[in-house]
């Protein structure tokens, strides 16, 4: 295994997120305490493309919350490269399902927005941020206003916005979910392009079983009350998208049919075991 | 295969109240203007309580030339009142908007304005008149300061409520981005904010306008106001008439100037 903080071949840092033990319980209003997560143990290394897939409630979203340092778990800890996570920051880049972009800013205003944050030079945060948009097929609507360019472009921006701080996670809260199925599943090829060419480490939420087992080389599948991570799968169905460019033909194949049957009714037994 | 041009177009989905309003408008206008002039002309109300057209509009040219009760032309009247209107509005701009904005993102700034700001708001600035009078004098400061009061609370208010059009997911990226909390409130929270501001100025001079004419009635030399009320002590319902048209069109006039300032500064209003 290669140490921590080392380069790799391409230039890129290997970094390591840990996370141990985290409990996270939400104080209700009537006295009531929610335990979001229980107990949640995961490691994730740069290049892993981590998916949680669950039901609504199943603690997925607080999960990326306490990566992302939005909320502080209740117990428990989360390290990058073993600095303890406190607080938003730049090396945590976050893609929404919706609503965060700038609308008073344009496409490319908005990928520039940390750079300037952080006093990087005009001509310098224009640059990466047009190479960030070149990599999300967006480049020609650079200059167009937010409320102008359609739902699928807008999450496209997005990751580019994530993406032009070069953080070592990208967390990305469902940012399919508003998406028509033809959009959502060409920006699906867009994401496994992205993570082969950068390399990064992703951590992605989704409820749709076939994204998940699209995108995913570390599956994780939560179920509710308490939130947990209930199953772990190694996957690689992105690579075979990565050497065959066809999506349609790795979704048709035989084992991800098989292994989609298998996480659905995983999911559906939960469920009823959640219900029961 | 039939012509295209042929095919009868249909409407499509439409609520109610849809569509241009400006037709039905001119004909209104144009409606009162015949019957105004049928009244006076075929003797239906006397001459001193409404004037025909025509005396309206000489009285308009004799008050441009300062042919009138007091000796001053009605650009002079004009510019006063503008002066006084918008040195008060700007100010209640510069202080205002911050303090809402304050108000919206800290509950100690929120806990500290709102019990003088919600005290005062509903008054009639003629109810509190007097007292401005009391402290300040007749000069230019107590015209000011009213209309400043007046301005400020609408602001205020609006500057607050404004910062709750930003969104969570917009805060949250902006930290996520490496951003401090004073560049959140000043790169997310009022560029967020600013339609709601921009709306609170279009309320804040109308109040403001509306506060002056007032203030003018009551102690000035000069001003749109004083030419009214003066032209009324000597019965001269023709000037009264042309300068409420004056202060009508005037107040139109800022409204239509604010309605351009948003669609330059906030285009993306109702759209994102």
Redesign the interface.
């Known amino acids: 295994m290669i140490g921590r903080g080392k380069p790799l071949l391409q230039g890129h840092i290997l970094s390591t997120l840990e996370i141990k033990n985290l409990s996270v319980n939400y104080a209700g209003s009537n006295g009531q305490n929610t335990l979001a997560l229980s107990n949640v143990n995961l490691i994730m290394n740069t290049g892993d493309f981590v998916v949680a897939l669950g039901a609504s409630g199943c603690g997925k979203t607080t999960l990326l919350s306490c990566i992302?340092?939005?909320m502080q778990p209740s117990e428990g800890t989360i390290t990058l490269d073993g600095k303890p996570v406190h607080?938003?920051?730049?090396e945590?880049?976050?893609v929404?399902?919706?609503?965060?972009?700038?609308?008073?800013l344009s496409v490319v205003e908005n990928v520039e927005?940390?750079l300037k944050?952080?006093g990087v030079s005009k001509a310098e945060r224009h640059s990466i941020a047009l190479d960030k948009l070149k990599l999300v097929e967006l480049e020609k609507y650079a200059h167009y206003?937010?409320?102008q360019i359609s739902g699928g472009m807008q999450q496209r921006a997005g990751v580019a916005?994530?993406l032009?701080?070069d953080p070592a996670v990208m967390?990305m809260d469902e940012p399919l979910g508003a998406l028509d199925a033809l959009t959502r599943a060409h920006i699906q090829d867009l994401i496994v392009e992205l993570w082969w060419q950068t390399k990064k480490m992703f951590f992605f939420i989704t409820h749709s079983v076939e994204e998940a087992l699209f995108l995913a080389t570390d599956l994780i599948v939560m179920t509710p009350s308490p939130g947990r991570i209930e199953h772990r799968f190694k996957l690689d169905f992105s690579h075979q998208f990565i050497e065959c460019k066809d999506s349609r033909k790795v979704k048709a194949s035989p084992e991800f049919i098989s292994m989609r049957e298998k996480v659905l009714s995983l999911i559906h037994d939960g469920q009823a075991e959640g219900e029961a | 295969m039939a012509n295209k041009s042929e095919v009868k177009t249909v409407k499509g989905y439409s609520i109610p109240g849809e569509g241009s309003s400006v037709l039905i408008s001119a004909i209104t206008v144009v409606a009162l203007f015949v019957l105004w002039w049928a009244a006076t002309h075929l003797g239906w109300i006397k001459d001193l309580f409404l004037p025909t057209p025509e005396r309206i509009y000489n009285a308009f040219i004799s008050a441009m030339k300062g042919d009138i009760q007091g000796g001053k032309a009605l650009p002079e009247h004009l510019t006063w009142s503008l002066i006084r209107v918008f040195s008060a509005f700007f100010l209640a701009v510069l202080t205002a908007v911050p303090v809402g904005i304050l108000m919206g993102v800290s509950r100690t700034m929120r806990g500290i304005f709102d019990p003088p700001i919600e005290f005062y708001r509903p008054l009639p600035p003629l109810a509190y008149l007097p007292l401005i009078v009391i402290w300040f004098g007749i000069d230019e400061t107590a015209k000011i300061i009213l209309i400043y009061l007046a301005c400020f609370a609408p602001l205020a208010m609006a500057a607050r409520a404004g910062v709750k059009s930003v969104?969570i997911?917009?805060i949250?990226?902006?930290?996520?981005?490496?951003?401090?909390k004073a560049?959140v409130v000043w790169?997310?929270i009022v560029?967020?904010a600013?339609p709601e501001i921009l709306t609170g100025m279009r309320i804040a001079i109308g109040f403001g306008w509306t506060t002056l004419v007032a203030a003018e009635m009551v102690a000035a030399t000069e001003g749109l106001g004083q030419m009214v009320l003066n032209a009324s002590n000597f019965l001269r319902t023709d000037i009264v008439i042309m300068g409420i048209i004056v202060i009508g069109v005037v107040a139109y006039l800022f409204d239509l100037l604010m309605r351009k300032v948003e669609s330059m500064l906030?285009?993306?209003k109702g759209?994102?």
């Open positions: 992302a340092g939005f607080g938003p920051g730049a945590r880049g976050v929404f399902q919706k609503h965060a972009l700038m609308p008073w927005f940390g944050m952080r206003p937010i409320y916005r994530a032009a701080s967390l | 969104t997911e917009q949250n990226a902006a930290y996520s981005m490496g951003a401090s560049q790169h997310v560029p967020a600013l906030v285009p993306w759209r994102a």
